[in-house]
């Protein structure tokens, strides 16, 4: 035996070793696999900044116990776990770890009803776009389109375009292209509609009141009143 394969043996004895302490946790999947497994942040230093990117772990599952497909859910301190594609094996310990997404309201916390009825929940974020002007002078109107934005969607919802999405605070957006489809969540284009929430306001019948007619110009009574 070389060093290098005696190398990897001691390296996969030591791995099972391991993993009898560090695969702590142990749950059903929605597949039907029941494994032991252990979660850790997949970039503490990176993600810690957002809570859609901060939300993806590291699952690895037990060398002796069966895997769960990608797409699959548990549950996990108190939330739900999805779980994704797996990384290619270790050189030394031929074990792979999935990349995994914690699914709760702090990643999505918009709650949205879908225009056939199912409710889902869903992140949305204005999408940059440049300022614009109306009319020409001095007193030209600036400023910049909101009906462009980026909806992040639970992974295992899946939406198309022409699909409308009415928020509990009235707002209505229409998904839109383009559309990218992942195991660990869609991202959509959403065209705002508009607050549903705004009554229709009518024009005030009621006639300004009539003005008064400027002054004899040598009249001082108009600036002096007795």
């Given at each position: 035996?070389?060093?290098?394969?005696?190398?990897?043996?001691?390296?996969?004895?030591?791995?099972?070793?391991?993993?009898?302490?560090?695969?702590?946790?142990?749950?059903?999947?929605?597949?039907?696999?029941?494994?032991?497994?252990?979660?850790?942040?997949?970039?503490?230093?990176?993600?810690?900044?957002?809570?859609?990117?901060?939300?993806?772990?590291?699952?690895?599952?037990?060398?002796?116990?069966?895997?769960?497909?990608?797409?699959?859910?548990?549950?996990?301190?108190?939330?739900?776990?999805?779980?994704?594609?797996?990384?290619?094996?270790?050189?030394?310990?031929?074990?792979?770890?999935?990349?995994?997404?914690?699914?709760?309201?702090?990643?999505?916390?918009?709650h949205a009803t879908h225009v056939d009825g199912p409710s889902i929940r869903l992140r949305i974020?204005?999408?940059?776009?440049?300022?614009?002007?109306?009319?020409?002078?001095?007193?030209?109107?600036?400023?910049?389109?909101?009906?462009?934005?980026?909806?992040?969607?639970?992974?295992?919802?899946?939406?198309?375009?022409?699909?409308?999405?009415?928020?509990?605070?009235?707002?209505?957006?229409?998904?839109?292209?383009?559309?990218?489809?992942?195991?660990?969540?869609?991202?959509?284009?959403?065209?705002?509609?508009?607050?549903?929430?705004?009554?229709?306001?009518?024009?005030?019948?009621?006639?300004?009141?009539?003005?008064?007619?400027?002054?004899?110009?040598?009249?001082?009574?108009?600036?002096?009143?007795?």
């Amino acid at each position: 035996m070389s060093d290098l394969e005696l190398l990897r043996s001691m390296s996969q004895e030591l791995y099972h070793q391991e993993a009898d302490l560090l695969r702590r946790h142990s749950g059903t999947w929605s597949d039907g696999t029941t494994c032991r497994f252990s979660v850790e942040r997949l970039d503490p230093v990176k993600l810690a900044n957002s809570p859609l990117t901060a939300s993806l772990l590291k699952v690895r599952i037990h060398p002796d116990d069966s895997r769960p497909a990608p797409g699959s859910t548990v549950a996990y301190l108190g939330c739900r776990l999805s779980v994704g594609t797996r990384s290619d094996p270790s050189d030394f310990t031929g074990q792979t770890y999935s990349v995994a997404r914690v699914i709760d309201e702090r990643v999505y916390p918009t709650h949205a009803t879908h225009v056939d009825g199912p409710s889902i929940r869903l992140r949305i974020v204005a999408r940059g776009a440049l300022p614009f002007t109306v009319g020409a002078g001095l007193q030209d109107v600036q400023g910049a389109p909101v009906s462009s934005h980026v909806g992040f969607v639970e992974p295992g919802v899946k939406l198309h375009g022409g699909d409308v999405l009415t928020l509990d605070s009235g707002d209505k957006f229409t998904v839109v292209p383009p559309l990218q489809h992942d195991l660990l969540g869609d991202t959509v284009g959403l065209s705002w509609q508009g607050d549903q929430t705004v009554p229709n306001l009518t024009p005030d019948p009621t006639l300004d009141a009539p003005g008064k007619p400027d002054p004899v110009p040598g009249d001082d009574s108009y600036w002096h009143t007795p």
